[in-house]
């Protein structure tokens, strides 16, 4: 996401490297190409031309600093304005303090919101809660077994109208989703609405209408990050009719030119909670202004990773593991579990592009061969436990075997194992070294 963007910024800020000091020629080139890259993104012109003024002003009285150069203060400038356009802090769910919190979803049909639905509530369920999402969609053929496929999915239940009984009143699915929630105990209900191809009157007064029946605690608009500056308009509709309180932008995943997460939150007020970035339902994160700021000028996402990283490790697992690490007895059974948890975080690719100047180094992770991945873990699993456990005792004849069971190459074998001899020796010593 972003990626031209990205590379732009990244680009401009790296001509500026090297230089001991900054004239106001230089920042006014750089103010100039930066403008050109956020217009190009398809960034809303009146939030491009604030960006810009308050870049400029900043960098031309810079702030003396011992510790950064004058390149690394516009850095530094650009990024912090970037993090403020973004919305600063990040926005968490508002819960209710009377159960259940009520989210409601609105936005134009195609957007992502019934896709968001089924992540909303794999997340919330994942953090402890117990929602419940209510079909409010009667517009859309298939609407309402779509959000029963997504529910399936994610493990939470699903209130609809009974089939048969024509298309049914939306207002009124609402409200009596939100009387089974209150029944059934759930502290977390969310209803998706319908939405059209276009912003018009009828959805707009339906939303309302649903709005006012089942009263809140957060009105989600959600916007389709690819449709560029067609977002700024729906959005504006969106707060003026339904009104929100949060924004998610979908889609993040494709080659969005990113104008519709610039522009939003700055021209609507309101801020951007979630984003979605893949059709699965855990292509979802919490947007942190300040992450999506180092993204986009490839100071890398560390944070993000991290978070994943904590949600695949199993902590004791971890530390039975960096036990085994520092003695030297790491087995091919811990390599593989420690392998499968890293790819429990997504596709290598994905993970490795979160890193810092990790945009640079775009055509060697297309190359990450997940295939390649995929043949260690079935040599692996081609071994007894016995061989996983010592895998000293792999001789040529077992070698042999294990690649005819797992459809591989005899050298294929020798590679892994022989790697694998080498990575336990290496970590061992620097476990000595750090004390571990
Ligand atoms: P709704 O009409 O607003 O309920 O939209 P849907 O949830 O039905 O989504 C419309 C289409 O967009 C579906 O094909 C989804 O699979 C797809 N979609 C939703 N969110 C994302 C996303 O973040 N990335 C991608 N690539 N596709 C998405």
Do not use: Y
Request: include cysteine; hydrophobic fraction near 45%; charge should be negative.
């Amino acid at each position: 996401m972003f990626n031209t963007l990205s590379d732009r910024l990244t680009s401009v800020l790296q001509n500026l490297r090297g230089k001991g000091r900054l004239s106001e020629a230089d920042v006014d080139a750089t103010a100039r190409e930066i403008r050109v890259a956020l217009l190009e993104a398809d960034v809303a012109l009146p939030v491009v031309r604030a960006f810009i003024a308050k870049v400029k002003d900043r960098a031309k009285g810079t702030e003396v600093s011992q510790a950064l150069n004058p390149a690394q203060q516009v850095v530094k400038i650009v990024n912090e304005e970037l993090v403020a356009i973004l919305g600063g802090e990040t926005r968490r769910l508002d819960l209710a303090k009377n159960p259940p919190t009520v989210i409601m979803l609105a936005g134009l049909q195609g957007a992502g919101k019934t896709t968001l639905a089924g992540k909303l509530a794999r997340w919330l369920k994942s953090q402890g809660h117990t929602p419940m999402l209510v079909a409010c969609d009667l517009q859309r053929p298939n609407a309402v077994t779509q959000l029963q496929v997504v529910g399936e999915r994610a493990g939470v239940p699903v209130f609809a109208p009974e089939p048969g009984n024509g298309v049914g009143d939306p207002v009124d699915v609402s409200r009596r989703g939100i009387d089974e929630a209150k029944r059934a105990q759930h502290d977390i209900v969310i209803v998706d609405t319908a939405g059209r191809l276009g912003v018009d009157e009828e959805m707009m007064r339906q939303a309302i209408d649903i709005r006012a029946a089942v009263q809140p605690d957060e009105v989600l608009f959600v916007v389709d990050a690819m449709i560029g500056q067609d977002a700024v308009n729906t959005a504006t509709a969106f707060r003026d009719g339904v009104g929100f309180t949060g924004v998610v932008l979908t889609k993040l995943d494709g080659d969005a030119r990113g104008g519709a997460a610039l522009s939003v939150r700055e021209l609507t007020g309101q801020p951007i909670m979630f984003a979605s970035n893949g059709e699965k339902l855990e292509d979802f994160d919490v947007f942190h202004p300040d992450r999506m700021a180092s993204r986009i000028l490839g100071m890398g996402d560390v944070l993000t990773l991290i978070e994943q990283a904590e949600q695949a490790f199993d902590a004791e697992q971890a530390e039975a593991t960096a036990q085994k690490l520092g003695s030297g007895q790491l087995t091919l059974e811990d390599f593989l579990e420690q392998m499968l948890a890293i790819r429990k975080m997504g596709p290598i690719a994905n993970l490795l592009g979160m890193l810092p100047g990790a945009g640079q180094m775009k055509d060697q992770l297309a190359m990450l061969d997940e295939k390649h991945l995929d043949r260690v873990q079935a040599i692996i699993r081609g071994m007894t436990p016995a061989e996983r456990d010592d895998p000293k005792i792999i001789n040529a004849s077992r070698r042999l075997r294990i690649a005819n069971g797992s459809g591989v190459k005899v050298s294929d074998v020798n590679e892994l194992v022989n790697r694998f001899f080498e990575a336990r020796k290496m970590m061992s010593q620097m476990a000595g070294r750090f004390g571990l």
